[in-house]
T-cell receptor
Framework: ETGVTQSPTHLIKTRGQQVTLRCSSQ?????VSWYQQALGQGPQFIFQ???????GRGNFPPRFSGLQFPNYSSELNVNALELDDSALYLC????????????FGPGTRLLVL | QKEVEQDPGPLSVPEGAIVSLNCTYS??????FMWYRQYSRKGPELLMY????GNKEDGRFTAQVDKSSKYISLFIRDSQPSDSATYLC???????????FGTGTSLTVIP
């Protein structure tokens, strides 16, 4: 059984650019959540996808958007990058909405210059 | 006020010590409580999960939840250098839904 994988591992962008981060959920998991973890902080919930539909969103602006595909993999898109978007972006997958356990990937480290 | 408060440390203990890590929270609707361990530059790894109040033990780890005080704890017995990591508490209102994390406590176990 493969775990949650994310790509790329590292990324450097400049302010105003757009970025797409990718996540492959653990086998059999249909729910994916995205979190932003700034340096020295705990992860903050961005949004969750269940069977290709958004199922809850945290306090992030609309320039943060996502997709979930039929194979349950997911993308996080961020438009008009700002310096404060520099963070570790974590993807977590779970078996379903009522499943309390979320399994995290290693994250994508984004640096915005 | 943050929904979840956690002392960031850092905490440094000798090998074999008992470690106590704590979080407080403000939202009485939280019912699901988790502890994650995060090594440097890695994703969080689930250690313990507890529903509502009570204790749960798994090997050297014990999680306690006191909903009346809005206080949760993680105890690590016989701490090992490999326990050196950042420990994050997390909680949610509904199973599998939005997790609210603490800032994490950095722990170093000295051989």
């Amino acid at each position: 059984e493969t775990g949650v994988t994310q790509s790329p591992t590292h990324l450097i962008k400049t302010r105003g650019q757009q970025v797409t981060l990718r996540c492959s959920s653990q086998s059999g998991h249909n729910t994916v959540s995205w979190y932003q973890q700034a340096l020295g902080q705990g992860p903050q919930f961005i949004f969750q996808y269940y069977r290709e539909e958004e199922n809850g969103r945290g306090n992030f602006p609309p320039r943060f958007s996502g997709l979930q595909f039929p194979n349950y993999s997911s993308e996080l898109n961020v438009n008009a990058l700002e310096l404060d978007d520099s963070a570790l972006y974590l993807c977590a997958s779970s078996l379903g909405l009522a499943e309390e356990t979320q399994y995290f990937g290693p994250g994508t480290r984004l640096l915005v210059l | 006020q943050k929904e979840v408060e956690q002392d960031p440390g850092p905490l440094s203990v000798p090998e074999g010590a008992i470690v106590s890590l704590n979080c407080t929270y403000s939202n009485s609707a939280f019912q699901y409580f988790m502890w994650y361990r995060q090594y440097s530059r890695k994703g969080p790894e689930l250690l313990m999960y507890t529903y509502s109040s009570g204790n749960k033990e798994d090997g050297r780890f014990t999680a306690q939840v006191d909903k009346s005080s809005k206080y949760i704890s993680l105890f690590i017995r016989d701490s090992q250098p490999s326990d050196s990591a950042t420990y994050l508490c997390a909680m949610s209102v509904r199973a599998g839904n939005q997790f609210y994390f603490g800032t994490g406590t950095s722990l170093t176990v000295i051989p």
